[in-house]
């Protein structure tokens, strides 16, 4: 686990350093809420659609249909919920340093 949380904190400085090329620094923290709430949304979008497609799934098993589809669906939704928590971890990072910015 503790090699995956490196592997994730690495692909969230990559997503920072994309997201600062695209886009100034929060210019407030109200700013800066306003875009971690957003991806938050995100993040329970995605999860929502894992958890309909979870229970999708466990109806294909239950009466014996085929849930390989399901099953991608949900893989699907699992890594966009993932890189959705990526760039809440990146924007988080962009807000600690765009705020320790405006304080100099």
């Keep these: 686990m503790e090699e995956l949380k490196k592997a ?7 997503e920072l350093d994309r997201a600062n090329k695209k886009f100034p620094l929060f210019h407030s923290p109200h700013e800066g809420y306003a875009v971690i709430a957003e991806e938050m949304d995100e993040v329970r979008t995605e999860y929502e659609m894992m958890k309909y497609n979870r229970e999708k799934f466990w ?6 249909e085929n849930a390989t589809e399901t099953v991608e669906k949900l893989k699907y939704h699992a890594i966009s ?23 100099k």
Excluded: F, G, H, P
């Design 8 to 14: 994730i904190e690495t692909l969230s400085i990559l």
């Design 59 to 64: 109806q294909c098993v239950k009466y014996d």
């Design 81 to 103: 919920c993932a890189a959705e928590l990526v760039q809440v971890i990146a924007m988080c990072d962009k807000y600690v340093d765009s705020m320790r910015r405006q304080r």
